[in-house]
Protein backbone atom coordinates (compact mmCIF):
# COMPACT_ATOMS: atom_id res chain seq x y z
CA UNK A 1 0.00 0.00 0.00
CA UNK A 2 2.49 2.44 0.69
CA UNK A 3 3.85 2.05 -2.76
CA UNK A 4 0.48 2.76 -3.92
CA UNK A 5 0.46 6.36 -2.45
CA UNK A 6 3.70 7.50 -1.34
CA UNK A 7 3.93 11.57 -1.41
CA UNK A 8 1.28 13.78 -1.86
CA UNK A 9 1.71 17.14 -3.41
CA UNK A 10 -0.52 19.66 -5.30
CA UNK A 11 -3.45 17.05 -5.23
CA UNK A 12 -1.44 13.94 -7.16
CA UNK A 13 0.11 10.95 -5.06
CA UNK A 14 4.10 10.33 -6.58
CA UNK A 15 6.79 8.18 -5.47
CA UNK A 16 10.17 9.85 -4.57
CA UNK A 17 13.17 8.40 -6.70
CA UNK A 18 15.83 9.06 -4.45
CA UNK A 19 14.54 7.92 -1.09
CA UNK A 20 12.62 5.90 1.45
CA UNK A 21 11.92 4.54 5.12
CA UNK A 22 11.47 0.94 5.96
CA UNK A 23 8.08 0.68 8.35
CA UNK A 24 8.20 -2.49 10.64
CA UNK A 25 5.59 -4.10 12.55
CA UNK A 26 6.00 -3.38 16.61
CA UNK A 27 4.32 -7.14 16.77
CA UNK A 28 6.27 -9.46 14.17
CA UNK A 29 9.18 -7.42 13.75
CA UNK A 30 9.09 -7.74 10.28
CA UNK A 31 9.14 -5.05 7.07
CA UNK A 32 5.55 -4.21 6.64
CA UNK A 33 6.90 -2.10 3.29
CA UNK A 34 8.94 0.93 2.10
CA UNK A 35 7.22 4.39 1.94
CA UNK A 36 8.46 7.07 -0.11
CA UNK A 37 10.21 9.94 1.58
CA UNK A 38 10.61 13.84 0.56
CA UNK A 39 13.50 15.34 -0.64
CA UNK A 40 13.98 19.07 0.37
CA UNK A 41 13.02 19.95 -2.82
CA UNK A 42 9.91 17.50 -2.55
CA UNK A 43 8.89 19.94 0.61
CA UNK A 44 9.04 22.95 -1.13
CA UNK A 45 7.09 22.09 -3.76
CA UNK A 46 5.03 20.75 -1.11
CA UNK A 47 4.94 24.61 0.11
CA UNK A 48 4.21 25.98 -3.20
CA UNK A 49 1.22 24.07 -4.20
CA UNK A 50 -0.20 25.20 -0.40
CA UNK A 51 0.77 28.87 -1.33
CA UNK A 52 -1.00 27.97 -4.58
CA UNK A 53 -4.36 26.57 -2.76
CA UNK A 54 -4.77 29.46 0.00
CA UNK A 55 -6.33 31.66 -1.90
CA UNK A 56 -8.77 29.35 -3.39
CA UNK A 57 -9.92 27.97 -0.02
CA UNK A 58 -10.55 31.10 1.20
CA UNK A 59 -12.87 32.10 -1.70
CA UNK A 60 -14.76 28.72 -1.34
CA UNK A 61 -16.24 30.25 1.87
CA UNK A 62 -17.19 28.58 5.32
CA UNK A 63 -19.87 27.00 3.65
CA UNK A 64 -18.30 25.12 0.40
CA UNK A 65 -15.64 24.08 3.31
CA UNK A 66 -17.81 22.84 5.30
CA UNK A 67 -19.26 20.55 2.87
CA UNK A 68 -16.05 19.49 1.73
CA UNK A 69 -15.54 18.20 5.14
CA UNK A 70 -18.67 16.71 5.83
CA UNK A 71 -17.51 14.87 1.85
CA UNK A 72 -14.40 13.65 3.73
CA UNK A 73 -16.11 11.85 6.55
CA UNK A 74 -18.59 10.18 4.69
CA UNK A 75 -14.79 8.88 2.21
CA UNK A 76 -13.47 7.88 5.96
CA UNK A 77 -16.70 6.32 7.41
CA UNK A 78 -16.54 3.74 4.28
CA UNK A 79 -12.73 3.30 4.42
CA UNK A 80 -13.66 2.36 8.36
CA UNK A 81 -12.50 -0.96 8.30
CA UNK A 82 -9.00 -0.76 6.35
CA UNK A 83 -8.32 1.89 7.98
CA UNK A 84 -9.02 0.08 11.94
CA UNK A 85 -6.82 -2.85 10.67
CA UNK A 86 -3.81 -0.38 9.03
CA UNK A 87 -3.72 1.60 12.87
CA UNK A 88 -3.60 -1.76 14.47
CA UNK A 89 -0.99 -3.15 11.78
CA UNK A 90 1.51 -0.23 12.57
CA UNK A 91 1.10 0.32 16.21
CA UNK A 92 0.13 -2.89 17.13
CA UNK A 93 -2.53 -1.78 19.76
CA UNK A 94 -6.08 -3.59 19.84
CA UNK A 95 -8.64 -3.58 16.86
CA UNK A 96 -11.21 -2.25 18.93
CA UNK A 97 -9.26 0.36 20.40
CA UNK A 98 -7.99 1.75 16.34
CA UNK A 99 -12.02 1.18 15.15
CA UNK A 100 -12.80 3.92 18.17
CA UNK A 101 -9.43 6.13 17.04
CA UNK A 102 -10.62 6.31 13.47
CA UNK A 103 -14.53 7.30 14.38
CA UNK A 104 -12.91 10.18 16.29
CA UNK A 105 -10.72 10.70 13.57
CA UNK A 106 -13.80 10.85 11.19
CA UNK A 107 -15.99 13.07 14.31
CA UNK A 108 -12.96 15.50 13.96
CA UNK A 109 -14.20 16.55 10.11
CA UNK A 110 -18.11 16.28 11.42
CA UNK A 111 -17.21 19.07 13.83
CA UNK A 112 -15.13 21.23 12.16
CA UNK A 113 -17.39 21.03 9.27
CA UNK A 114 -20.01 22.93 11.53
CA UNK A 115 -17.53 25.00 12.91
CA UNK A 116 -16.57 26.39 9.35
CA UNK A 117 -19.93 28.02 9.14
CA UNK A 118 -19.34 29.57 12.54
CA UNK A 119 -16.40 31.84 11.94
CA UNK A 120 -17.89 34.90 13.60
CA UNK A 121 -16.67 38.54 14.26
CA UNK A 122 -18.10 41.23 16.15
CA UNK A 123 -18.62 44.99 15.62
CA UNK A 124 -18.04 47.92 17.99
CA UNK A 125 -18.98 51.44 18.40
CA UNK A 126 -16.50 53.67 17.32
CA UNK A 127 -15.49 56.85 19.03
CA UNK A 128 -15.19 58.67 16.05
CA UNK A 129 -18.03 60.26 14.30
CA UNK A 130 -20.07 57.96 11.79
CA UNK A 131 -17.33 55.55 12.32
CA UNK A 132 -17.80 51.64 12.95
CA UNK A 133 -15.18 49.15 14.07
CA UNK A 134 -15.20 45.79 12.55
CA UNK A 135 -13.53 42.73 13.60
CA UNK A 136 -12.93 39.91 11.76
CA UNK A 137 -11.51 36.56 11.39
CA UNK A 138 -9.31 34.93 8.56
CA UNK A 139 -7.22 32.06 7.87
CA UNK A 140 -3.78 32.29 9.57
CA UNK A 141 -2.06 30.84 6.12
CA UNK A 142 -0.17 27.82 5.19
CA UNK A 143 0.54 25.06 8.50
CA UNK A 144 2.75 22.83 9.06
CA UNK A 145 1.37 19.97 10.87
CA UNK A 146 3.55 17.26 12.40
CA UNK A 147 1.93 14.34 14.48
CA UNK A 148 3.52 11.42 16.54
CA UNK A 149 2.86 7.42 16.05
CA UNK A 150 1.09 6.50 19.05
CA UNK A 151 -2.59 7.96 17.70
CA UNK A 152 -1.96 7.82 13.55
CA UNK A 153 -5.11 8.64 12.41
CA UNK A 154 -6.56 11.24 15.45
CA UNK A 155 -3.75 13.57 15.30
CA UNK A 156 -3.68 14.36 11.84
CA UNK A 157 -7.20 14.70 11.76
CA UNK A 158 -7.34 16.89 14.71
CA UNK A 159 -4.95 19.65 12.96
CA UNK A 160 -6.28 18.97 9.32
CA UNK A 161 -10.32 19.27 10.32
CA UNK A 162 -9.77 22.46 11.84
CA UNK A 163 -7.21 24.12 9.37
CA UNK A 164 -9.46 23.39 6.32
CA UNK A 165 -12.24 25.11 8.12
CA UNK A 166 -10.71 27.85 8.74
CA UNK A 167 -9.75 28.36 5.38
CA UNK A 168 -5.59 27.07 5.75
CA UNK A 169 -3.67 25.09 3.29
CA UNK A 170 -1.58 22.15 5.27
CA UNK A 171 1.61 19.99 5.04
CA UNK A 172 0.89 17.00 7.15
CA UNK A 173 4.61 15.24 8.15
CA UNK A 174 3.32 12.32 10.34
CA UNK A 175 5.65 9.56 11.86
CA UNK A 176 7.58 7.36 9.67
CA UNK A 177 6.44 4.85 11.86
CA UNK A 178 3.02 4.86 10.82
CA UNK A 179 2.60 6.56 7.85
CA UNK A 180 0.25 4.18 6.23
CA UNK A 181 -2.57 5.17 8.03
CA UNK A 182 -2.02 9.42 7.63
CA UNK A 183 -1.96 7.81 3.53
CA UNK A 184 -5.91 6.40 4.02
CA UNK A 185 -6.60 10.34 5.28
CA UNK A 186 -5.10 11.81 2.69
CA UNK A 187 -6.80 9.72 -0.21
CA UNK A 188 -10.16 10.16 1.62
CA UNK A 189 -9.44 14.08 1.77
CA UNK A 190 -9.40 13.83 -2.23
CA UNK A 191 -13.08 13.47 -2.47
CA UNK A 192 -13.74 16.46 -0.50
CA UNK A 193 -13.23 18.56 -4.22
CA UNK A 194 -10.97 21.02 -2.28
CA UNK A 195 -7.88 22.64 -4.24
CA UNK A 196 -5.01 20.87 -5.06
CA UNK A 197 -2.71 21.26 -2.42
CA UNK A 198 -5.00 22.19 0.03
CA UNK A 199 -3.44 19.30 1.99
CA UNK A 200 0.30 18.22 0.96
CA UNK A 201 1.65 14.97 3.00
CA UNK A 202 5.28 14.67 3.28
CA UNK A 203 7.09 12.03 5.06
CA UNK A 204 10.80 11.88 5.83
CA UNK A 205 13.94 13.42 7.83
CA UNK A 206 14.26 16.55 9.66
CA UNK A 207 16.61 17.77 7.24
CA UNK A 208 14.22 16.85 4.24
CA UNK A 209 11.16 18.10 5.92
CA UNK A 210 10.97 19.85 9.17
CA UNK A 211 13.46 22.28 8.25
CA UNK A 212 12.41 23.33 4.76
CA UNK A 213 8.62 23.43 6.81
CA UNK A 214 10.57 25.57 9.33
CA UNK A 215 12.44 28.04 7.67
CA UNK A 216 9.97 28.91 5.48
CA UNK A 217 8.14 32.30 5.86
CA UNK A 218 5.47 31.95 4.16
CA UNK A 219 4.29 28.84 6.81
CA UNK A 220 2.82 30.82 9.25
CA UNK A 221 1.68 28.23 11.68
CA UNK A 222 2.90 25.08 13.12
CA UNK A 223 1.45 22.33 15.32
CA UNK A 224 2.94 19.65 16.94
CA UNK A 225 1.68 16.59 18.88
CA UNK A 226 5.48 15.62 20.33
CA UNK A 227 7.54 15.31 23.20
CA UNK A 228 7.98 18.04 25.13
CA UNK A 229 11.45 17.73 24.30
CA UNK A 230 10.95 18.49 20.11
CA UNK A 231 8.27 21.16 21.19
CA UNK A 232 10.81 23.50 22.95
CA UNK A 233 13.03 22.66 19.87
CA UNK A 234 9.92 23.90 17.61
CA UNK A 235 9.29 26.92 19.50
CA UNK A 236 12.57 28.55 19.22
CA UNK A 237 12.68 27.13 15.76
CA UNK A 238 9.51 29.23 14.89
CA UNK A 239 10.90 32.29 16.50
CA UNK A 240 12.88 33.00 13.33
CA UNK A 241 9.78 33.52 11.16
CA UNK A 242 7.97 34.47 14.15
CA UNK A 243 4.74 31.50 13.23
CA UNK A 244 2.34 30.72 15.16
CA UNK A 245 2.79 27.68 17.49
CA UNK A 246 0.63 25.19 18.93
CA UNK A 247 1.47 21.90 20.53
CA UNK A 248 0.30 19.13 22.47
CA UNK A 249 3.23 17.89 24.61
CA UNK A 250 4.32 15.02 26.92
CA UNK A 251 1.96 14.66 30.44
CA UNK A 252 2.60 12.82 33.75
CA UNK A 253 -0.81 12.40 35.25
CA UNK A 254 -1.84 12.24 38.48
CA UNK A 255 -4.80 10.38 39.64
CA UNK A 256 -6.23 10.77 42.99
CA UNK A 257 -8.38 8.10 44.67
CA UNK A 258 -10.16 9.87 47.56
CA UNK A 259 -11.17 7.90 50.78
CA UNK A 260 -14.77 8.02 49.72
CA UNK A 261 -13.84 6.91 46.24
CA UNK A 262 -16.14 3.99 44.79
CA UNK A 263 -12.92 1.93 44.71
CA UNK A 264 -14.98 -0.89 41.97
CA UNK A 265 -15.88 2.08 39.60
CA UNK A 266 -12.30 3.34 40.08
CA UNK A 267 -10.57 0.29 38.87
CA UNK A 268 -13.06 -0.43 36.01
CA UNK A 269 -12.03 3.07 34.71
CA UNK A 270 -8.46 2.92 35.68
CA UNK A 271 -7.45 -0.50 34.05
CA UNK A 272 -8.55 0.43 30.57
CA UNK A 273 -7.09 4.03 30.72
CA UNK A 274 -3.44 3.07 31.88
CA UNK A 275 -2.93 0.00 29.53
CA UNK A 276 -4.62 1.36 26.38
CA UNK A 277 -2.02 1.22 23.74
CA UNK A 278 0.53 -0.35 25.98
CA UNK A 279 0.52 2.91 27.97
CA UNK A 280 1.97 5.11 24.86
CA UNK A 281 -1.23 7.84 25.75
CA UNK A 282 0.03 11.31 27.07
CA UNK A 283 -3.09 11.76 28.83
CA UNK A 284 -3.20 8.34 30.66
CA UNK A 285 -2.46 8.15 34.40
CA UNK A 286 1.06 7.85 35.57
CA UNK A 287 0.89 8.55 39.24
CA UNK A 288 -1.97 7.06 41.46
CA UNK A 289 -2.50 8.60 45.15
CA UNK A 290 -4.21 6.44 47.10
CA UNK A 291 -5.75 7.53 50.19
CA UNK A 292 -4.45 5.02 52.81
CA UNK A 293 -7.58 3.52 53.81
CA UNK A 294 -8.34 1.84 50.21
CA UNK A 295 -4.31 1.67 49.66
CA UNK A 296 -3.71 -1.69 49.67
CA UNK A 297 -6.90 -3.27 48.30
CA UNK A 298 -6.60 -0.93 45.67
CA UNK A 299 -3.18 -2.12 45.06
CA UNK A 300 -4.22 -5.81 45.24
CA UNK A 301 -7.07 -5.35 42.88
CA UNK A 302 -5.03 -3.50 40.44
CA UNK A 303 -2.34 -5.98 40.11
CA UNK A 304 -4.56 -8.86 40.13
CA UNK A 305 -6.65 -7.34 37.12
CA UNK A 306 -3.52 -6.13 35.20
CA UNK A 307 -2.33 -9.55 35.68
CA UNK A 308 -5.00 -10.96 33.61
CA UNK A 309 -4.78 -9.23 31.07
CA UNK A 310 -4.54 -10.86 27.20
CA UNK A 311 -1.20 -9.82 25.33
CA UNK A 312 -0.92 -10.04 21.74
CA UNK A 313 -1.15 -8.87 18.26
CA UNK A 314 -3.58 -6.12 18.05
CA UNK A 315 -5.44 -8.06 14.96
CA UNK A 316 -6.78 -10.95 17.25
CA UNK A 317 -10.02 -10.29 18.75
CA UNK A 318 -9.26 -11.43 22.30
CA UNK A 319 -5.54 -9.01 22.58
CA UNK A 320 -6.16 -6.19 25.31
CA UNK A 321 -2.92 -5.02 25.29
CA UNK A 322 -0.67 -4.98 22.60
CA UNK A 323 3.34 -4.17 22.15
CA UNK A 324 5.53 -1.09 22.87
CA UNK A 325 5.96 1.06 19.13
CA UNK A 326 10.14 -0.26 19.39
CA UNK A 327 12.57 -2.38 20.99
CA UNK A 328 14.33 1.34 22.17
CA UNK A 329 10.74 2.52 24.07
CA UNK A 330 10.85 -1.00 25.71
CA UNK A 331 14.37 -0.63 26.70
CA UNK A 332 13.40 2.64 28.29
CA UNK A 333 10.13 1.23 30.04
CA UNK A 334 12.18 -1.54 31.25
CA UNK A 335 15.56 0.76 32.69
CA UNK A 336 13.05 2.72 34.65
CA UNK A 337 11.15 0.20 35.96
CA UNK A 338 14.54 -1.71 37.50
CA UNK A 339 15.31 1.89 38.59
CA UNK A 340 12.33 2.31 40.57
CA UNK A 341 12.92 -1.31 41.97
CA UNK A 342 16.45 -0.85 43.28
CA UNK A 343 15.46 2.73 45.12
CA UNK A 344 12.92 0.76 46.86
CA UNK A 345 10.11 0.78 45.25
CA UNK A 346 7.47 -3.02 45.31
CA UNK A 347 7.01 -5.05 42.11
CA UNK A 348 3.93 -5.66 42.89
CA UNK A 349 3.33 -7.59 39.02
CA UNK A 350 4.69 -7.59 35.59
CA UNK A 351 8.17 -5.78 35.40
CA UNK A 352 9.90 -7.20 32.08
CA UNK A 353 9.09 -7.94 28.44
CA UNK A 354 6.87 -10.74 28.41
CA UNK A 355 8.72 -13.81 27.90
CA UNK A 356 6.22 -16.12 26.18
CA UNK A 357 6.96 -13.90 22.49
CA UNK A 358 9.67 -15.03 20.24
CA UNK A 359 8.91 -11.40 18.46
CA UNK A 360 7.62 -8.11 19.56
CA UNK A 361 7.95 -5.66 21.60
CA UNK A 362 5.80 -6.81 24.77
CA UNK A 363 6.21 -5.43 27.87
CA UNK A 364 4.01 -7.20 30.72
CA UNK A 365 1.54 -4.55 32.26
CA UNK A 366 3.33 -3.68 35.69
CA UNK A 367 2.13 -2.08 38.92
CA UNK A 368 4.80 -0.76 41.58
CA UNK A 369 3.42 -0.07 44.56
CA UNK A 370 5.66 1.92 47.88
CA UNK A 371 6.87 4.37 45.51
CA UNK A 372 8.55 7.85 46.16
CA UNK A 373 8.21 11.30 44.75
CA UNK A 374 11.55 11.01 43.82
CA UNK A 375 11.72 8.57 41.76
CA UNK A 376 11.69 8.75 38.20
CA UNK A 377 8.71 6.58 37.29
CA UNK A 378 6.68 9.37 39.16
CA UNK A 379 8.41 12.28 38.51
CA UNK A 380 8.77 11.51 34.89
CA UNK A 381 5.89 10.22 31.84
CA UNK A 382 7.11 6.45 31.96
CA UNK A 383 4.62 6.32 28.29
CA UNK A 384 4.65 2.66 28.88
CA UNK A 385 2.32 0.21 30.97
CA UNK A 386 3.98 1.10 34.16
CA UNK A 387 1.49 2.41 37.30
CA UNK A 388 3.17 3.93 40.12
CA UNK A 389 1.24 3.96 43.29
CA UNK A 390 1.89 6.03 46.30
CA UNK A 391 -0.23 6.35 49.54
CA UNK A 392 -1.18 9.71 51.42
CA UNK A 393 -3.68 10.72 54.42
CA UNK A 394 -4.80 14.43 53.65
CA UNK A 395 -6.24 16.65 51.23
CA UNK A 396 -4.34 19.27 51.16
CA UNK A 397 -1.34 16.76 51.12
CA UNK A 398 -2.10 15.25 48.04
CA UNK A 399 -3.16 18.27 45.83
CA UNK A 400 -0.10 19.68 46.77
CA UNK A 401 2.02 16.26 45.58
CA UNK A 402 -0.47 16.16 42.79
CA UNK A 403 0.84 19.77 41.46
CA UNK A 404 4.79 18.72 41.88
CA UNK A 405 5.23 18.33 37.91
CA UNK A 406 6.60 20.89 35.26
CA UNK A 407 3.93 18.72 33.34
CA UNK A 408 0.48 19.51 33.07
CA UNK A 409 -2.12 18.03 30.38
CA UNK A 410 -4.35 16.04 32.16
CA UNK A 411 -4.94 15.41 35.96
CA UNK A 412 -8.20 12.37 37.52
CA UNK A 413 -9.72 12.56 40.62
CA UNK A 414 -12.14 10.00 42.11
CA UNK A 415 -14.13 10.88 44.91
CA UNK A 416 -18.01 10.54 45.66
CA UNK A 417 -18.48 14.07 47.20
CA UNK A 418 -19.04 17.38 44.58
CA UNK A 419 -17.45 19.65 46.91
CA UNK A 420 -14.30 17.92 46.98
CA UNK A 421 -14.44 17.76 43.32
CA UNK A 422 -14.33 20.89 42.78
CA UNK A 423 -11.87 21.73 45.22
CA UNK A 424 -9.62 19.17 43.50
CA UNK A 425 -10.34 21.04 39.66
CA UNK A 426 -9.74 24.51 41.50
CA UNK A 427 -6.16 23.27 42.63
CA UNK A 428 -5.14 20.65 39.83
CA UNK A 429 -2.96 22.43 37.56
CA UNK A 430 -3.36 20.90 34.46
CA UNK A 431 -5.26 21.72 31.27
CA UNK A 432 -8.01 18.66 32.06
CA UNK A 433 -9.31 17.26 35.00
CA UNK A 434 -11.73 14.17 34.95
CA UNK A 435 -13.74 13.64 37.95
CA UNK A 436 -14.37 10.01 37.92
CA UNK A 437 -13.77 9.54 34.13
CA UNK A 438 -10.63 9.66 31.88
CA UNK A 439 -13.02 10.59 28.98
CA UNK A 440 -11.46 13.84 28.14
CA UNK A 441 -10.81 13.48 24.07
CA UNK A 442 -13.89 14.58 22.51
CA UNK A 443 -14.03 16.54 19.17
CA UNK A 444 -16.68 19.17 21.02
CA UNK A 445 -14.02 19.68 23.59
CA UNK A 446 -11.05 21.75 24.06
CA UNK A 447 -8.12 19.38 24.54
CA UNK A 448 -4.64 20.60 25.29
CA UNK A 449 -2.35 21.00 28.86
CA UNK A 450 -0.09 24.05 30.53
CA UNK A 451 3.36 24.72 31.68
CA UNK A 452 5.20 21.83 29.92
CA UNK A 453 2.48 20.34 28.16
CA UNK A 454 1.94 22.67 25.65
CA UNK A 455 0.12 25.51 24.28
CA UNK A 456 -2.76 25.93 22.48
CA UNK A 457 -5.72 23.71 22.26
CA UNK A 458 -7.10 21.18 19.92
CA UNK A 459 -10.83 19.94 19.87
CA UNK A 460 -14.36 22.62 20.58
CA UNK A 461 -14.83 25.91 19.33
CA UNK A 462 -11.85 26.91 20.16
CA UNK A 463 -9.68 24.40 18.35
CA UNK A 464 -10.53 26.80 15.27
CA UNK A 465 -9.10 29.72 16.79
CA UNK A 466 -5.32 28.80 16.52
CA UNK A 467 -5.71 28.99 12.70
CA UNK A 468 -7.48 32.15 12.88
CA UNK A 469 -5.89 35.56 12.62
CA UNK A 470 -7.92 38.53 13.99
CA UNK A 471 -8.18 42.16 11.82
CA UNK A 472 -9.65 44.66 12.97
CA UNK A 473 -10.97 47.57 10.72
CA UNK A 474 -12.06 51.16 11.42
CA UNK A 475 -14.75 52.43 8.82
CA UNK A 476 -15.74 55.58 8.33
CA UNK A 477 -18.35 57.19 6.03
Not at 260 to 287: H, Y
Amino acid sequence: MYREFGLFIAGKWESSTETSATVVSPVTEKVLGDVATATISDTKRAIDAAELALTKLREMGGYARADALHKIADEMAKCANKAARMISTETGKPLVQAEREWALSIDQFRWYAEEARRIYGRVIESRVPKGRLEVTKEAIGIVGAFTAWNFPAALPSRKIAPAIAAGCSVILRPSSQTPGVAMIIVNCIRTGALPDGAVNLVIGSTTNTYNPIMSDPRVRKVSLTGSTRVGQQMIRDAADTVKKVSMELGGNAPCIIYDDANLEAALDACIPSKFGNAGQVCVTPDRFFVHNSLHDEFVSEFAKRAATLILGDGLNNNTEMGPLISSGRMGEVDAIVQEAISAGAKLEVGGKPAAQFKTGHFYEPTVLSRVTDDMRVFNQENFGPVAAISSFSEEDEVLVRANNSFMGLSAYAFTRSPERARRTIATLKSGMVGINSFALAASEAPFGGTNYSGLGREGGTEGIEDYLDTKLSQIVF
